[in-house]
């Protein structure tokens, strides 16, 4: 099989898709789309069909079944601009493949991230990890913007001053916050891709990282469109049931009733 492109994603190579103020989500490039997916899987299943509708029964089959070592032939490679604290949170996904800009090496540039009023919110009282929807009043924003915009500013300031008494730039850069911009290059294949979307499009990840992911899902949404519709159906929409909750089921669905095959499934029903 030559080299698999699809014109959607063609149409988006080396756009920079904006997120947050000054941050962005590049594709630099891809390999491999549904069609990849297919031809790998076949090599255990055997060639049979291959029209389009049979190419995503395949694919919704793999997804349902976890049967996810084909998608992981399918690779997509990024450039992202992404704030420090952000970046912490993402690199906690352990299979990608990242290359970041070096604060040892280069000097840092004066971008940092300030959030915009709307998305300021008080303490939620529920998540203890997250925002409430409650805003703050707008003269509270304005002065929280103002008060990080100093805080920033000064730091860059001593940075700078650092670097001109000659100090090691690898030094001078430890004062540096948390909101400054950082770069990567960041790899993974298509199996991996989903499992950081999953988590990180969910409404309990940080609102900014969301910003990220809502990119990343329309660009992988375009690399391999099939595959993407079945992570929607089977990963990303689906509800896990405890335990619990399946004996509930299993005492009190009716039987007679016309189940979903999932639910027959889980429910053993014959
Ligand atoms: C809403 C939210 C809140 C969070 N809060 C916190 C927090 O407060 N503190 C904190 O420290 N983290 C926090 N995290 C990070 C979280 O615990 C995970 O580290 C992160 O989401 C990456 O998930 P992962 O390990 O499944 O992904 P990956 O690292 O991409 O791993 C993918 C899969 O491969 C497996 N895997 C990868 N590497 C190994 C390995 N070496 N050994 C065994 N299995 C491996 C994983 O088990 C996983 O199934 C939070 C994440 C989210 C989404």
């Known amino acids: 099989m030559p080299h698999v492109h699809t014109p959607e994603a063609e149409a988006l190579l080396d756009h920079e898709f904006r997120v947050l103020d000054q941050g962005f989500v590049r594709l630099v490039d891809y390999m ?3 069609e990849r997916i297919v031809a790998a899987a076949r ?8 029209t389009v509708r049979e190419n995503e029964v395949l694919i919704n089959y793999l997804m349902r079944h976890e049967h996810t070592s084909p998608l992981e032939q399918v690779v997509l490679t990024f450039h992202v601009k ?5 970046a ?6 352990r299979t990608a493949r ?38 703050v009043t707008q003269e509270a924003a304005k002065r929280i913007i103002s008060e990080m915009e100093a805080g920033q500013r000064e730091a860059y300031g001593r940075y700078e001053s650092m670097l001109g008494e000659d100090l090691a730039r690898e030094v001078a850069r430890i004062g540096l916050p948390l909101s400054l911009y950082t770069e990567w290059y960041w790899q993974i294949d298509l199996h991996n891709l989903f499992h950081f979307l999953k988590l990180r499009l969910d409404a309990h990840a940080q609102w900014e990282i969301q910003q990220y992911a809502q990119v990343m899902a329309k660009i992988t949404k375009a690399v391999a469109p099939m595959a993407y519709a079945a992570f929607e159906r089977y990963q990303l929409n ?30 053993d029903v014959k």
């Not at 090599?43 to 291959?50: D, I, N």
């Not at 992404?82 to 952000?86: D, K, R, S």
């Not at 912490?88 to 996904?93: A, E, K, L, V």
């Open 98 to 135: 990242v290359n970041e800009i070096s604060g040892r090496y280069s000097v840092m540039k004066d971008d940092f991230y300030l959030p915009s009023e709307e998305t300021l919110r008080t303490q939620s009282t529920i998540n203890k990890q997250g925002r409430d929807e409650k805003p």
């Open 32 to 34: 491999g789309s549904d």
């Open 43 to 50: 090599v255990s299943y055997g060639k049979g069909t291959k």
């Open 82 to 86: 992404l704030p420090i604290f952000v």
């Open 88 to 93: 912490r949170q993402w690199i906690r996904h």
């Open 238 to 267: 689906e509800v896990k049931f405890s335990q619990e909750t399946v004996e509930w089921l299993r005492a009190n669905v009716p039987r007679d009733r016309d189940l979903p095959l999932e639910l027959r499934e889980r429910l």
